[in-house]
């Protein structure tokens, strides 16, 4: 079964800087999708990020980018120039095929320092 | 405005209770998908339809059932609630486009239920 595993619960961050959120995860498939889901206070789910498999170049939204290391199993999350509406919970996560269901990771929570 | 709809917003309800969330899919989505998140947890995925029919199911309590109706909402049921179920539940929707890709879902904003 796929397990998708974020090994750190909480961070911080001065704003303006940047950090790297962790997440590795497993699976037998080789064709897959890795997604990044950010719920803000308000608890609202809000995609920030999508990695397909097969491509080996790493998605870039804004301010966010990941690093996909299909081999280590590992897709983390970068976010730079961090603002104070980036504190939030950061939740990773794993999707097959299309309309397959997606598997969340625990979450980290991201606190911003001013 | 996500496009996903769920009511009630909020809920609050003794235990051993029964209580209907709906969920109405962003236009043109064929999939529906129940997540309960408790507090401070990740989410876990409760079941999927699709198109009216059931997917997938994951850890879905026998007191927890779904269904979609012909215009694509759906409905979840809890009874006999617990103090226990208490939490946030999701209901999220994807376009299935035939195989191409995952594009992810679109989340409601969530029903917050209590059980007191």
């Known amino acids: 079964a796929q397990t998708v595993t974020q090994s750190q619960p909480e961070m911080s961050v001065q704003e303006a800087e940047t950090v790297t959120l962790s997440c590795t995860y497993d699976t037998s498939e080789s064709d897959y999708y890795l997604f990044w889901y950010k719920q803000p206070p308000s608890r609202q789910m809000i995609l920030v990020i999508r990695q397909e498999a097969y491509k080996q170049q790493n998605a870039t939204e804004n301010r966010f980018s990941v690093n996909f290391q299909k081999a280590a199993k590992s897709f983390s999350l970068k976010i730079s120039d961090s603002q104070l509406g980036d504190a939030a919970m950061y939740f990773c996560?794993?999707?097959?095929?299309?309309?397959?269901?997606?598997?969340f990771g625990k979450g980290t929570r991201l606190h911003i320092l001013p | 405005d996500s496009g996903v709809t769920q009511t009630p917003k909020h809920l609050i309800t003794a235990t051993g209770q029964r209580v209907t969330l709906r969920c109405s899919p962003r236009s043109g989505d064929l999939s529906v998908y129940w997540y309960q998140q408790s507090l401070d947890q990740g989410l876990q995925f409760l079941i999927q339809y699709y198109n009216g029919e059931e997917r997938a199911k994951g850890n879905i309590l026998e007191r927890f059932s779904a269904q979609q109706f012909p215009d694509l909402h759906s409905e979840l049921n809890l009874s006999s609630l617990e103090l226990g179920d208490s939490a946030l539940y999701f209901c999220?929707?994807?376009?299935?486009?035939?195989?191409?890709?995952?594009?992810?879902?679109?989340f409601g904003s969530g029903t917050r239920l209590t059980v007191v």
């Open positions: 996560a794993y999707g097959h095929y299309p309309g397959d269901k997606i598997i």
């Open positions: 999220a929707s994807s376009v299935d486009s035939g195989g191409r890709a995952n594009y992810g879902y679109t």
